[in-house]
């Protein structure tokens, strides 16, 4: 069983070395634990420092291209060099090594595919009363979209087994860790949370400038993330209330044109028939979209299989095939 830590990096030369110091050796159930980086455009010696160090790959961008776009890519070459579990953690040293064994030992027993870390938000210091509230809504909005029970939907701390990892797909630009969870959920994958430990913030987040770019972001991968895998849902409720809204006004006009009244409420009938058609419209793009949908997983389920031809077997193909043949 091989364990891939990876770490996404961006001008990390100061607090990488301290972040690797702290990942484990040895954990038990695992039979080798490599490290990998993700530089993601870095102009310090980040790179210097994980050579130093000596860690065991290293991908590269020329240019800053975004975590979501890193962790896919370090996803990617942990698949190819045989990790049967990847694990995610900062560069910054925000999450505690120790607690690595722990997310790891749910994969482990087989009783999930993809393990997010809980953090202790109340108790997190460098967490402002208004940040600690939004990460708590944040959270619950993903738990709904999801149909997951994962309490703290931004953590980055996470491992994934090599068949869940080869599931996954990030679209947005922004950050893997809402998109993956509404995926995962929506793909009936097996998530789970376990509690752990953070450390003193070494330098502030850089994932966001502000808490309304952090909000207006994380919504709107939130909303993009269900309308991918659940579009007829989306756009049912958006026909719902579009023509509800259209129907009552339409009634409205109809009372005061029965009275003898109509003349002066064309205004009423005009807006009527617009919400009318808007809800038609929403209507027949939710349909479109499931159809979409349909053929979407179909691809996922084609690009699965052209992964693990590209990638190779890992621990969990092995176990599977041999229990077929007994």
Excluded at 203 to 217: D, E, I
Excluded at 225 to 248: D, E, N, Q, R, S
Aim: charged share 20%; aromatic share 8%; proline share 3%.
């Amino acid at each position: 069983m091989k364990l891939i830590i990876q770490i996404p990096c961006y001008n990390e030369a100061e607090t990488l070395e301290i972040a690797l110091n702290a990942l484990p050796k040895h954990i038990d159930g695992i039979d080798v634990i490599e490290y990998l980086i993700i530089n993601d455009g870095s102009k310090d010696n980040t790179v210097e420092v994980a050579k130093k160090w000596g860690v065991n790959y290293i991908v590269n961008f020329r240019n800053n291209k975004g975590l979501a776009r890193g962790f896919m890519a370090g996803l990617d070459a942990c698949l190819r060099n045989g990790a049967d579990i990847i694990v995610n953690t900062d560069a910054d040293n925000q999450y505690c090594g120790d607690d690595i064994e722990k997310l790891v030992q749910p994969i482990l027993r087989g009783e999930a595919g993809m393990v997010v870390g809980e953090r202790p938000i109340d108790q997190t210091e460098h967490f402002s009363p208004l940040k600690k509230k939004l990460q708590h809504l944040g959270s619950w909005v993903v738990r709904k979209a999801s149909k997951t029970s994962i309490p703290d939907a931004p953590s980055g701390f996470r491992a994934y087994s090599r068949h869940t990892a080869m599931r996954l797909n990030v679209i947005n630009e922004y950050t893997y860790t809402l998109e993956t969870i509404v995926q995962a959920g929506r793909q009936k994958m097996a998530v789970t949370s376990v509690p752990i430990r953070t450390n003193a913030e070494l330098r502030p987040s850089r994932l966001f400038s502000s808490m309304f770019g952090y909000v207006k972001k994380s919504m709107l991968t939130i909303g993009r993330a269900l309308m991918m895998y659940k579009p007829l849902y989306c756009f049912a409720w958006l026909t719902v209330i579009f023509g509800v809204a259209g129907v009552a006004i339409g009634i409205r006009f109809l009372v005061y044109y029965f009275n003898g009244a109509g003349a002066g409420h064309i205004q009423s009938l005009i807006l009527a028939s617009m919400l009318i058609i808007i809800a038609a419209m929403c209507g027949v793009i939710g349909l479109l979209g499931d159809v979409i949908s349909a053929n979407r997983k179909l691809l996922e389920d084609i690009q699965f299989e052209l992964r693990k031809m590209d990638y190779g077997l890992g621990h969990e193909e092995m176990k599977s095939n041999k229990q077929e043949e007994e």
